[in-house]
């Protein structure tokens, strides 16, 4: 049975504007370790350099429990959002799944998986959501804003792994390598958001219209 995920839609928007707004003081975080261990490994371990590390680490610590707070919300009500308009597309076009509505929450669990996996249910429900041609035949959707969403998506998270494995190092060029490579990640991650709001909007409604109108587009 179709549900409509314009409520929920508007909502996730919502909540994705603000994780993604909660992202910047991160990426600030992130540059003000990389300019103290820069000035770390130029001056050597003077008190002024462990002083500002210090204190960069802990608006790091900071930063990044703000972000976390706003995007767990994010996440839960995505994945709300994710599993209905896969429950839509399933009744739009039930061929053209092989796996069942839960897929939709599961796949995004599974190790190295969730790289892929929901990538893959995106594109399936963005192509089941798609109206046909006015007179019924197939029409050619563009699958540009499922691509870059998760590219950026996935690249950030890539980035991050990287940095979190650098970051391990006890040498101060190496932590230096790992901040750039999370800022890297930040900016990324900035993007996603930007391009999951867009995701969201557009698959919603195309599945509006598709619900509304019918099959076939009007025009």
């Not at 409520?7 to 909540?15: F, H």
């Not at 069942?100 to 969730?114: K, L």
């Not at 892929?116 to 963005?126: D, G, H, S, V």
């Not at 919603?204 to 587009?217: D, I, S, W, Y």
Request: glycine letters at 8%; aromatic letters at 12%.
């Amino acid at each position: 049975m179709l549900r409509s995920p314009v409520g929920v839609a508007t909502a996730v928007s919502v909540l994705l504007a603000l994780a993604t707004l909660a992202a910047l003081p991160q990426l600030f975080a992130d540059y003000r370790l990389y300019a103290s261990l820069t000035t770390f490994i130029d001056e050597g371990p003077t008190p002024a350099a462990m002083s500002g590390y210090a204190a960069a680490d802990r608006f790091a610590a900071i930063s990044y429990s703000l972000a976390l707070s706003a995007q767990l919300p994010a996440a839960v009500l995505f994945l709300v959002w994710f599993h209905r308009v896969r429950v839509n597309a399933g009744v739009f076009a039930p061929e053209g799944f092989g796996r069942g509505t839960r897929w939709a929450v599961g796949c995004w669990f599974i190790p190295i998986g969730q790289l892929w996996l929901p990538f893959k249910t995106a594109t399936e429900i963005w192509g089941a959501s798609a109206q046909a041609a006015p007179d019924g035949s197939w029409r050619r959707v563009s699958y540009g804003p499922v691509v870059a969403w998760w590219a950026a998506w996935a690249g950030s998270h890539l980035l991050f792994f990287v940095a979190n494995r650098l970051g391990a190092s006890d040498y101060a060029t190496t932590l230096r390598t790992s901040m750039t490579v999370s800022i890297l990640g930040d900016l990324l991650f900035l993007a996603s958001g930007v391009l999951a709001v867009r995701f969201v909007r557009k698959l919603t409604a195309m599945q509006l219209a598709k619900a509304t109108q019918g099959p076939n587009a009007l025009v």
